[in-house]
């Protein structure tokens, strides 16, 4: 049943044209990047390659996440739900096989917006740009799958994704900022902000040190943060996919 569905999952991100449409975003960012070379007055390269990855990395979670929450929330509407479960279907079959679907749709994506980076960059940098990348949409697919699935409606789901992604691409700054804020830090308010910005930074996945565009233009990272990061990806989507399991689980339908 989870390979069927993912199968048929897969199938469906081909018939509704998400690699063309992340084709069409690869040559419309290539453009967009050989535009800002020719602005650049010097280092033209970095600035190149540090535009094309950047707006690739955002473009490429919003591709991934629009796609699963409409994906699911179509399905939900249709009724088609319903009739998958009523064929002795696992409701965890059911969300296994539609997260594996989406996960071969991510990493069509991931590749395909990740190529232009191997003509940008030296071989170990665009390599590791592409699997951090990969992981990266993997995680954001499990939220979008759980999201979808515990809001029952794509707006909401919307801005859920939306707000975690941010938040936890922000991390870094807001840690700073409760840190070392602008006026007087010896409040008890600024004492409690600080420690829930630290107490969230060490709940969420650390995404701003994910697919930096530095990779690029300055070098690869290690190896060590390479694990972490694969670390962190495994750890987080097998949460997501639990926390999405258990609520699919309590549903009625």
């Known amino acids: 049943h989870i390979k069927t569905i993912g199968k048929f999952t897969a199938l469906e991100a081909l018939r509704t044209r998400l690699p063309l449409t992340s084709i069409l975003v690869l ?25 094309y990855s950047a707006a690739a990395r955002l473009c490429a979670v919003f591709l991934v996440a629009v796609y699963v929450l409409a994906s699911v929330a179509r399905e939900f509407n249709d009724k088609g739900l319903e009739a998958v479960l009523a064929l002795d279907v696992r409701r965890s079959h059911y969300i296994l096989g539609k ?8 990493l069509i994506v991931a590749v395909t917006l990740s190529l232009p980076t191997f003509l940008f960059a030296p071989l170990p940098a665009a390599v590791s740009w592409a699997f951090s990348l990969t992981l ?46 602008v006026g007087s830090n010896d409040g008890w308010s600024q004492q409690v902000t600080q420690g829930l910005v630290e107490l969230l930074a060490y709940l969420l996945p650390a995404l701003d040190g994910w697919t930096r565009a530095s990779w690029l233009v300055d070098g690869a990272p290690t190896s060590g943060e390479l694990a972490s990061i694969a670390v962190q990806g495994v750890v987080y989507l097998a949460l997501l996919t639990a926390a999405a399991l258990f609520d699919f689980h309590r549903r009625s339908f």
Not at 99 to 106: M, Q, R, T
Not at 171 to 176: C, D, P, T, Y
Request: hydrophobic share 65%.
């Open 27 to 51: 040559l419309l960012l290539l453009l967009a990047s050989f535009f800002v070379r020719e602005l650049a007055v010097t280092e033209a390269a970095r600035f190149q390659t540090a535009f």
């Open 99 to 106: 997260l594996a679907g989406f996960l071969i749709s991510a």
């Open 136 to 181: 990266e949409l993997a995680l954001v697919t499990a939220l979008a799958l759980f999201c979808i699935v515990t809001f029952n409606m794509l707006l909401p789901a919307a801005a859920f994704v939306a707000g975690f992604y941010l938040i936890c691409r922000s991390m870094e700054a807001m840690r700073l900022m409760s840190a070392y804020p």
